[in-house]
Nanobody, 124 residues
Framework: VQLQASGGGLVQAGGSLRLSCAGSGRTFSRYVMGWFRQAPGKEREFVAGISYSGGNTLYVDSVKGRFTISRDNAKNTVYLQMNSLKSEDTAVYYC??????????????????WGQGTLVTVSS
């Protein structure tokens, strides 16, 4: 089972990035997927999650209205569109899969598979 995150990079404040997370070895279309981030010296933080069908989404307050999570189950891929980026969004972003269908967990230990992380750096 593998999750491969990509799309990170260096962007100026106010800019946009789209992260992708491609899964293999599991039918990820059946499970909740989430994005987390971890800044230096801080704990891993839930950013956004999406139910198996994409019908339900959940965001941390700090990204509401700026980030959008989506999924393409035919491609086993989850996306995180990040707009109006701020310096405080700088972190390593991780995608993860949880063994649930509808309930979007926000705690890292509730996710059982993780991608390797992709670095997002927002310059002010």
């Amino acid at each position: 089972v593998q999750l491969q995150a990509s799309g990170g990079g260096l962007v100026q404040a106010g800019g946009s990035l789209r992260l992708s997370c491609a899964g293999s070895g599991r039918t990820f279309s059946r499970y909740v997927m989430g994005w987390f981030r971890q800044a230096p010296g801080k704990e891993r933080e839930f950013v956004a999650g999406i139910s198996y069908s994409g019908g339900n989404t959940l965001y941390v307050d700090s990204v509401k209205g700026r980030f959008t999570i989506s999924r393409d189950n035919a491609k086993n891929t989850v996306y995180l569109q990040m707009n109006s980026l701020k310096s405080e969004d700088t972190a390593v972003y991780y995608c993860a899969s949880a063994p649930t269908f509808l309930r979007i967990a926000t705690i890292p230990r509730e996710y059982d598979y993780w991608g390797q992380g992709t670095l997002v750096t927002v310059s002010s």
